[in-house]
């Protein structure tokens, strides 16, 4: 397979060829949710780049095994290894069980990415099932001496990594940095300094998540499960690790000090991260009132938006944006989203029904490569759409009469014009029940339009004709002073 595809690298800060250890499996791991709220905007944009990373892959010939994780453990509510876990405290406001509250959130994921067509991945770990991976590879850190146990904790010692590799590397934060910055040890620590993280966890007594270690019983720090788990399924060394900018640090750091202590060696040959999202130009969070659930797309009832928004608009509203970039939310923006969409969906029926002539009046080689070449620079979705209007623009011109096409390009645009809006983009077009109930819903309103016509006529023989047929098919009309109404029966 030719490598064709060139993926920005956050490790090396540039654009690399792509080229799998073993083609032509390809090894991606993504983090996932952690399953104690409801999915919102920032879980779309990390779920679509890396469903577009994953069908893109595909397209190439590659076989990708996807494993995106759930951190259904671990994480809790400060960066500094301190508070409750996030988990373990909604099940106890909400008295359910935490693998109920776990179960719920992973429920509403799952349904949220079904929605905006993100393809399931090959594998998904939850990190309350692997918790003798994780603590095996806390052992293999501990016996190399880059870790060390206190109070029943294990930390990971970030000083004493940093003698003999490079802690920081990814992220470019700076050890002596992180010392000024971080809050000062006040005695009472565990930590030898604040800047190292926990492995394991010793369980306080009100925490309900714990499971038996050498070291106490406990819970896994919430950076040595991605390591656990992306080394069993992908190998000690893979190829693609990626996720949202907002995970560079402290996790992403973590993992790769995590996995080069482990094993000597980095798992990940290139780091992808998607960027955030904002909502009129301000970061999305609880706290600012900005924060917006997929749920409340789909309805509209939150006071930001304007109407609500069908899934498919969300994703090409991401879409359109280079996953690096950030991402501003407004309702002009996703309206627009909505249109543009329409646009090329129509344009996609609308190349069913041409009839070819004897050439092409426009090189149609040419956008279909510069669609390609897009895309196989670091998955350049906004220039590939760019080059999809471009067609479509020239679909429509041949449909009017204002341009031709040759029975050769129609053979291979038709396909390919398929292949890359649904099939690579991920793009639907509207359920086609919902369509069916729509054009149903038209007639039905015609059929009953021409039944209050023949009546004012006085032509009762026909309108009662439509009453009673209708009747038979389960729909009851009833007349109103000002028209009809109907329903099923
Ligand atoms: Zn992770």
Redesign the pocket.
């Known amino acids: 397979m030719e490598p064709s595809l060139r993926i920005y690298n956050t490790m090396s800060r540039k654009k690399e060829v792509f080229e799998p250890l073993n083609p032509p499996l390809v090894g991606l791991y993504v ?2 949710p952690t399953v104690y709220g409801e999915p919102h905007l920032g879980h779309a944009r990390s779920a679509i780049t890396f469903d577009l990373l994953f069908r893109y892959l595909r397209h190439l010939g590659y076989k990708v095994r996807y494993v995106r ?1 759930i ?1 259904d453990v671990g994480h809790l509510e400060s960066d500094a290894d301190e508070g409750d876990d996030k988990i373990g405290k909604k099940a106890r406001l909400e008295q359910l069980e935490p693998m109920e509250v776990a179960q719920l959130y992973q429920n509403s994921y799952h349904f949220h990415m079904d929605a905006l067509n993100v393809l399931r991945p090959s594998i998904e770990p939850k990190a309350s099932g692997h918790i003798q991976e994780q603590i095996e590879k806390t052992q293999r850190i501990l016996d190399k001496g880059y870790a060390y146990v206190s109070g029943g904790s294990v930390y990971f010692d970030v000083e004493r990594y940093q003698q003999d590799h490079h802690y920081g590397k990814l992220s470019g934060r700076d050890i002596d940095e992180l010392r000024s910055n971080t809050r000062q040890l006040d005695g009472q620590d565990l930590k030898r300094n604040s800047f190292d993280f926990a492995l394991w966890k010793q369980a306080a007594p009100e925490h309900i998540m714990r499971w038996n270690s050498p070291w106490s019983q406990g819970f896994p720090g ?2 040595i ?2 390591s656990a788990m992306s080394a069993k399924y992908l190998g000690e060394r893979f190829d693609i690790h990626g ?1 949202g900018l907002d ?1 560079l640090f402290p ?2 750091e973590c ?1 790769i000090a995590q996995s080069v202590a482990a094993n000597g060696q980095e798992a990940v040959r290139y780091w992808m991260h998607n960027n955030m999202i904002t909502i009129n130009g301000q970061k999305m969070g609880k706290s600012l009132g900005n924060f917006i659930t997929l749920e409340q797309f789909a309805t509209g009832e939150h006071p930001a938006l304007a109407q609500a928004y069908d899934p498919m608009t969300i994703r090409f509203f991401m879409l359109q944006a280079h996953y690096r970039s950030t991402l501003d939310f407004s309702n002009e923006a996703l309206q627009a989203a909505e249109k543009g969409l329409a646009r090329l969906l129509a344009a996609a029926q609308t190349l069913r029904k041409l009839r070819p002539a004897e050439r092409s009046s426009q090189d149609l080689q040419a956008l279909r490569l510069a669609c390609q070449q897009a895309l196989d620079d670091d998955l350049n979705t906004p220039i590939a759409i760019a080059n999809l209007f471009e067609i479509s623009k020239f679909i429509n011109s041949v449909h009017n009469g204002q341009a031709t096409i040759s029975a050769e390009d129609l053979a291979e645009l038709a396909p390919w014009f398929d292949t890359l809006l649904f099939e690579v983009l991920g793009l639907r077009a509207e359920n086609a029940a919902d369509h069916k109930g729509k054009v149903l819903d038209g007639v039905l309103d015609l059929l009953l339009r021409l039944r209050l016509e023949a009546k004012q006529n006085r032509d009762f023989a026909t309108s009662d004709r439509i009453r009673d047929a209708l009747a038979a098919l389960g729909v009851q009309v009833k007349d109103r002073k000002d028209g009809f109404e109907w329903e099923l029966s």
């Open positions: 983090c996932g994780n951190t919430w950076h499960e991605c996720g995970l996790h992403h993992e």
